[in-house]
């Protein structure tokens, strides 16, 4: 079907997740040379000559693969929303709640799931006394950027700073030794659990798209019902926020068993090492329909919101 489409597919942009979300497009540009899928290639790092190609582009349906600010906290959903071209991945509001970790956080735990407890800080001289370790992360960044494990009240103190270079809102939250989980999100559903499992430190930028000592296990070695448990989480939290699409929720298994939501990410990465596809895969959804199933439900989502 979606080789009878016209796609504007989206990548690059501004945020420091650019190199990233180069990677993911071109990931999904083989795909699409492999479907015979008519398309171009479009990168909104200079605003008004995007915007005018766009336009004179005339798609069908654009297919975003920008991570971090103006590509996955509703921004360019904004200006397509405007532009009356429908997109893949969540809507203006829910990719702008779950950009912000900290709204998010604050919203999933008013409705029951837990998070890790922590405070939100925009300066140094807001920051008293915090258990440590800690986790120190800027609220409005993806792919680990700016993200510290702490140990002392020093580390915390430099981490903070370090932070607040990347983002005007820092979160510092309990550490939670545990498993790092994450189960991939499409269309509604949640998808099999991956086991993230490092050899030092945490899964950081680093160990996330440059060390190849990084092991994934997927399906996850876990217990079926509490499985099941962490899988209705994810869906639940997608649910809560406005999810669409495709999405990966984040999640720390305490040593206890008990599930933690870190985040939720509304455009997960595209790349070989990425985790929505090893999930999507487990699942039984090949990497060539996981980017179908994407396009035709942007389709399907812009027909029916006209009826």
Same mark, same amino acid.
């Given at each position: ?114 998070v890790p407890e922590g405070i939100v800080v925009s300066s140094l001289e807001e920051l008293s ?25 020093? @580390? /915390?103190?430099?981490?903070?700073? !370090?932070?607040?270079? =990347?983002?005007?809102?820092? $979160? #510092?939250? %309990?550490?939670?030794?545990?498993? @790092? /989980?994450?189960?991939?999100?499409? !269309?509604?559903?949640? =998808?099999?659990?991956?086991? $993230? #499992?490092? %050899? ?62 870190l985040e939720i990410n509304t455009i997960p990465g595209l790349t070989d ?35």
């Amino acid at each position: 079907m979606i080789e009878k489409l016209k796609v504007a597919l989206i990548y690059g942009g501004i945020s420091s997740e650019r190199e990233i979300s180069i990677k993911s497009g071109k990931s999904v540009e083989r795909v699409f040379k492999k479907l015979g899928v008519n398309y171009r290639v479009f990168d909104p790092i200079e605003k008004e000559r995007f915007i005018n190609e766009l336009v004179n582009f005339k798609p069908d349906v654009a297919f975003l693969a920008l991570h971090g600010k103006g590509g996955e906290d509703g921004t360019i959903q904004g200006v397509l929303e405007f532009l009356n071209i429908p997109y893949t991945g969540s809507g203006v509001k829910a990719s702008a709640i779950a950009m912000d970790k900290a709204l998010t956080k604050k919203i999933l735990k008013s409705e029951g799931i837990k998070v890790p407890e922590g405070i939100v800080v925009s300066s140094l001289e807001e920051l008293s006394s915090f258990p440590l370790p800690a986790v120190v992360k800027p609220s409005k960044e993806g792919s680990s950027v700016g993200v510290f494990i702490v140990k002392s009240e020093e @580390e /915390l103190i430099n981490a903070v700073k !370090n932070a607040l270079k =990347l983002d005007n809102t820092i $979160i #510092v939250e %309990e550490y939670i030794k545990g498993r @790092e /989980l994450t189960v991939g999100y499409l !269309n509604g559903e949640p =998808l099999e659990i991956v086991e $993230i #499992v490092v %050899e030092d430190g945490f899964y950081d930028y680093r160990n996330k798209y440059f060390s190849g000592k990084t092991e994934y296990i997927c399906p996850a070695n876990i217990e079926s019902n509490l499985y099941r448990e962490i899988q209705d989480i994810a869906r639940r939290s997608c649910e809560i926020v406005g999810v669409k699409g495709a999405a990966r929720v984040d999640i720390i298994l305490s040593d206890d068993n008990v599930p933690y939501v870190l985040e939720i990410n509304t455009i997960p990465g595209l790349t070989d090492k990425s985790l929505l596809p090893k999930s999507a895969k487990a699942s039984g959804i090949s990497f060539e329909e996981l980017i179908e199933k994407m396009v035709i439900e942007a389709v399907y989502e812009k027909e029916e919101t006209k009826k």
